[in-house]
Nanobody, 123 residues
Framework: QVQLVESGGGLVQAGGSLRLSCAAS????????MGWFRQAPGKERERVAVINHSGDSTYYADSVKGRFAVSRDNDKNTVSLQMNSLRPEDTAVYYCADARVKFTTATRMYEYWGQGTQVSVSS
């Protein structure tokens, strides 16, 4: 059974930084793409960043491009999201997810989801 556990959320002032981590277990981590998504109250879930199985291809939403960076460590079965220059509009619950394939930007292809971690950015 695949399990994903996020950590690293919290409250930060605008312009600050946070680093989210996601620990995965239950299947061969290096075979599958991973993604970070977020959902703010009253809004639809948004794809933030995805990374392929080997870590050499990434995708970012326009809203975070140049500020966020996704990475993975296949030896430690972890994926991280470094978030810099945070803005109040980045406030949301952030989820990591495990894809069914090596790389995809299609949300429907993400099969397993963590419980989420809250990120709050004050102005």
């Amino acid at each position: 059974q695949v399990q994903l556990v996020e950590s690293g959320g919290g409250l930060v002032q605008a312009g600050g930084s946070l680093r989210l981590s996601c620990a995965a277990s239950g299947r061969t981590f290096s075979n599958y793409g991973m993604g970070w998504f977020r959902q703010a109250p009253g809004k639809e879930r948004e794809r933030v960043a995805v990374i392929n199985h080997s870590g050499d291809s990434t995708y970012y939403a326009d809203s975070v491009k140049g500020r966020f960076a996704v990475s993975r460590d296949n030896d430690k079965n972890t994926v991280s999201l470094q978030m810099n220059s945070l803005r109040p509009e980045d406030t949301a619950v952030y989820y990591c997810a495990d894809a069914r394939v090596k790389f995809t930007t299609a949300t429907r292809m993400y099969e397993y989801w963590g419980q989420g971690t809250q990120v709050s950015v004050s102005s």
